[in-house]
T-cell receptor, first 112, second 112 residues
């Protein structure tokens, strides 16, 4: 079972470059989320989506944009990468707002 | 702003011993989640606690929720090395459209 799949797994960017992280889920979940995880901290919510065509800001949305054109995909974009965006990014999905979330394997992003 | 505090942040324990990890949160919630993360890996859902007094057990782990005290505990019984990981609790405020706030995590090391 694929579950939640993130691409790429690793990426190094130069300051000012842009990139898109792709998250795909095959569980027909309505809710999808992007988190970042920094050393010694829990996960912080960047953006989330409660269904196809919808997005909403989380706790730390600045510098990121998202799109959910298809139910199974949730894209996270960095328009102009900054060193402060060096982090591990996790995508997750859940069937409802109360259900447990299933996480992807993470993307380790380094901005130099 | 919802705050979630876990303690301890670091825990070393001998195999066969019992211990409890605490998760305190600052605002009304009736949904609490426990996750496990192995080094360099994704998050795995352990428990979903959806009501006051909820208790769930899986193997050597037992989680409980006291919404009046805004406290959840994760109790480890007769620890074994395989339980070494980082454990996160996550809380969603009552009435939220789903914005989980994670604790900083408890890094557990079980020593032989």
């Amino acid at each position: 079972n694929a579950g939640v799949t993130q691409t790429p797994k690793f990426r190094v960017l130069k300051t000012g470059q842009s990139m898109t992280l792709l998250c795909a889920q095959d569980m027909n979940h309505e809710y999808m989320y992007w988190y970042r995880q920094d050393p010694g901290m829990g996960l912080r919510l960047i953006h989330y989506s409660v269904g196809e065509g919808t997005t909403a800001k989380g706790e730390v949305p600045d510098g990121y944009n998202v799109s959910r054109l298809k139910k199974q995909n949730f894209l996270l974009g960095l328009e102009s990468a900054a060193p402060s965006q060096t982090s591990v990014y996790f995508c997750a999905s859940s069937r409802t707002a109360s259900d447990e979330a299933f996480f992807g394997q993470g993307t380790r992003l380094t901005v130099v | 702003e919802l705050k979630v505090e876990q303690n301890p942040l670091f825990l070393s324990m001998q195999e066969g011993k019992n211990y409890t990890i605490y998760c305190n949160y600052s605002t009304t919630s009736d949904r609490l989640y426990w996750y496990r993360q192995d080094p360099g890996k994704s998050l795995e859902s352990l428990f979903v606690l959806l009501s006051n007094g909820a208790v769930k057990q899986e193997g050597r782990l037992m989680a409980s929720l006291d919404t009046k005290a805004r406290l959840s505990t994760l109790h480890i019984t007769a620890a074994v090395h395989d339980l070494s990981a980082t454990y996160f609790c996550a809380v969603s405020p009552a009435g939220s459209a789903r914005q989980l706030t994670f604790g900083s995590g408890t890094q557990l090391t079980v020593l032989p």
